[in-house]
């Protein structure tokens, strides 16, 4: 941006217009990967609510099961963990997809509500590697889903303070 008495020139102003198309695709991947976590979780959530949730298919590794129905799956009243993952995802995929057609307060609301969602993922990381020494391969893709939702967005952010990306 110029400053007071400084003429724009030619490439500034292309930067100023390019800015916001730019913006619009960081908040349109975060949203994209929001949806994708929806699915994810909103499936987790659909089996433990129709009891089949020890029975979920395991892809990648070996002990779903066992880590879908630990203690550690649900919150009290017997109310999946995941529901608030597909929660959580579904406010992220709102909050990226309003971000994207240029609301700014929601852009400010996304980054704090990402970053939760990474240190819960953390959390439960450390739950499965050193508490339950066994890993779900759904959780592992919601942990790649935050972890990456969380540097698209911390690096969005840097960037728009760096380069005026609004």
Known sequence: MARRGEALTVADEQAARGAPKRAALWDGAVALLALVGLVDAGYLTTEHLAGRIGNVPCMVTTDCGGVLTSSYATLPGDIPLAALGALAYFVAFSLATLAAFGYDSARKLLLPLV????????????????????????????????????????????????????
């Open 115 to 166: 970053l939760t969602m990474f240190a819960a993922s953390l959390w439960l990381l450390y739950v499965q590697a050193f508490v339950l020494e066994a890993f779900c391969s759904y959780c592992l893709l919601s942990a790649a889903i935050s972890t990456t939702m969380t540097i698209l967005l911390v690096l969005r952010w840097w960037l728009s303070r760096k380069h005026d990306l609004s």
